[in-house]
Nanobody, 126 residues
Framework: QVQLAESGGGLVQAGGSLRLSCAAS????????MGWFRQAPGEEREFVAA????????NYADSVKGRLTISRDNIKNTVYLQMNDLKPEDTAVYYC???????????????????WGQGTQVTVSS
């Protein structure tokens, strides 16, 4: 079992930046796609970004392209989400997750993810 712990959330003004981190521990293994998701109040959880094992391939939701960047450091077992030019509509709890099986698709659905963190709150004021 993999344990995931997000950090780095907070309150920021519109146009500002935050960097989220997600540290993995336990049975981390190799080859797993990792992703970031978010859930705003009253909304369903939605996909934000995903990254493959090598870090060379990524996938983003259209709403965040050009503003958010996902990356990973496999030595540190950590995945990051650099968030620039934040907007009030980015306000949500952000979750990281790892897929259930290795070498999965960057376009996998939430059902493909088996381990989730507890989430970190990001609030963007206007």
């Amino acid at each position: 079992q993999v344990q995931l712990a997000e950090s780095g959330g907070g309150l920021v003004q519109a146009g500002g930046s935050l960097r989220l981190s997600c540290a993995a521990s336990g049975r981390t293994g190799s080859g797993y796609v990792m992703g970031w998701f978010r859930q705003a109040p009253g909304e369903e959880r939605e996909f934000v970004a995903a990254i493959n094992w090598s870090g060379e391939s990524t996938n983003y939701a259209d709403s965040v392209k050009g503003r958010l960047t996902i990356s990973r450091d496999n030595i540190k077992n950590t995945v990051y989400l650099q968030m620039n030019d934040l907007k009030p509509e980015d306000t949500a709890v952000y979750y990281c997750a790892t897929q259930k099986t290795p070498w999965g698709s960057l376009w996998g659905t939430q059902r493909d993810y088996g381990s989730w963190g507890q989430g970190t709150q990001v609030t963007v004021s206007s």
